[in-house]
């Protein structure tokens, strides 16, 4: 499985991004999920979804702000992201599992979200 994100860059505060994540090489559902990580801090999951809308979980720190999406024909997950503060700065990753897993075994490379005051 591998993992492709993107869409990562520099907004000011209040502005928005989407990221974007192709999975390719998988034929099974996966469950995908989005993590950050700030400089100095631990990585933590910012949202996940399985194969429908209604199996989205987000953090408390960006529910109402962020969005998580998926295309199942495109293999594609998307995490908009709206009202963006400067403490969403962080790197971004894109992640996925098999539905039953417990942990994340396939990562993609990080994105950069910047957001200025």
């Known amino acids: 499985v591998q993992l492709q994100a993107s869409g990562g860059g520099l907004v000011q505060a209040g502005g928005s991004l989407r990221l974007s994540c192709e999975a390719s090489?998988?034929?099974?559902?996966?469950?995908m999920g989005w993590f950050r990580q700030a400089p100095g801090k631990e990585r933590e999951i910012v949202a996940s979804?399985?194969?429908?809308?209604?199996?989205?979980i987000m953090a408390d720190s960006v529910k109402g702000r962020f969005t998580i999406s998926r295309d199942n024909a495109k293999n594609t997950v998307y995490l908009q992201m709206t009202n963006l503060k400067p403490e969403d700065t962080a790197v971004y990753y894109c992640?996925?599992?098999?539905?039953?897993?417990?942990?994340?075994?396939?990562w993609g490379q990080g994105t950069l979200v910047t957001v200025s005051s």
């Open positions: 090489g998988v034929s099974f559902i996966l469950r």
């Open positions: 992640a996925a599992r098999r539905v039953r897993a417990t942990n994340y075994p396939y």
């Open positions: 979804i399985g194969s429908t809308v209604s199996s989205a």
